[in-house]
């Protein structure tokens, strides 16, 4: 047996929200029929994120909830990172079924082959917020990219419709050109009237102009005034 546990997930997807409290839910079910397990929880960035009990115990067969959390909520900009973070799980045999933290954490600190390495799941951070951050500067690499494809799927029409308008202002083609992608509504309008086209105009960037004429976006001659 190469593992005790397994995660539930591939990968932990933690919402970042601006000057709240950031947290993700992922689950550890135990393998073993007979024997319970201790599990460890690390994360390579220790600083930044922690757990509520790092060290637990899962009878057999059980399935435990774990959360995980941003230890230091941000009002600017989140703390992305290329490869992105990872949380370790490691896990050993408890032949007893019970046993104190500072047993659990004497366990872990040995290494050993009685330590298995059960899974290393990476952490993304997903959301409008994300791909807010994201737009400035606007500059296309894998960096970006990778990180924009994470947090884009989380979002839904109306915050992929707010982001492509702020794309199209700042005149960020490459985020403009994922965001129609993924769903945002080109036809939509802002609280003064004006269209995604307008605001790609008055940003002056022709290649955002570009990518929404290649998706289809049209002009409102009746409403869209783009010369005065």
């Known amino acids: 047996m190469d593992r005790l546990v397994k995660p539930d997930v591939k990968e932990v997807n933690l919402t970042f929200t601006r000057g709240q409290k950031c947290t993700a839910t992922f689950?550890?079910?135990n393998l073993m029929h007979t024997m319970s397990v201790a599990v460890s929880l690390t994360t390579t960035n220790p600083s930044l994120f922690?757990?509520?009990h790092p060290f637990s115990i899962l009878p057999p067969l059980?399935?435990?909830s774990f959360t995980l959390f941003l230890s230091q909520p941000s009002d600017h900009h989140p703390p992305l990172s290329t490869p992105p973070d990872t949380i370790l799980v490691r896990s050993s045999m408890l032949p007893?079924?019970?046993?104190h933290q500072d047993d659990l954490r004497r366990l872990f600190s040995k290494p050993g082959p009685h330590v298995f390495k059960d899974a290393t799941i990476p952490i993304s951070f997903v959301g409008p917020h994300i791909v807010e951050s994201l737009l400035s500067p606007p500059s296309k690499t894998l960096e970006i990219a990778f990180l924009l494809s994470k947090a884009i799927v989380w979002c839904d029409e109306s915050q992929l419709t707010?982001?492509?308008?702020?794309?199209?202002?700042i005149g960020n083609s490459c985020i403009a050109s994922a965001l129609i992608e993924a769903g945002a509504d080109l036809s939509s309008r802002d609280s003064d009237g004006r269209s995604v086209m307008s605001l790609a105009v008055r940003s002056g960037n022709i290649d955002v102009i570009q990518v929404l004429i290649e998706?289809?976006?049209t002009i409102d001659n009746s409403a869209d005034l783009f010369l005065h």
């Open 27 to 29: 689950r550890l079910t």
């Open 50 to 52: 922690s757990f509520t």
């Open 62 to 64: 059980s399935t435990l």
């Open 96 to 99: 007893t079924g019970k046993a």
């Open 162 to 169: 707010s982001l492509l308008r702020s794309a199209s202002m």
């Open 215 to 217: 998706s289809g976006c």
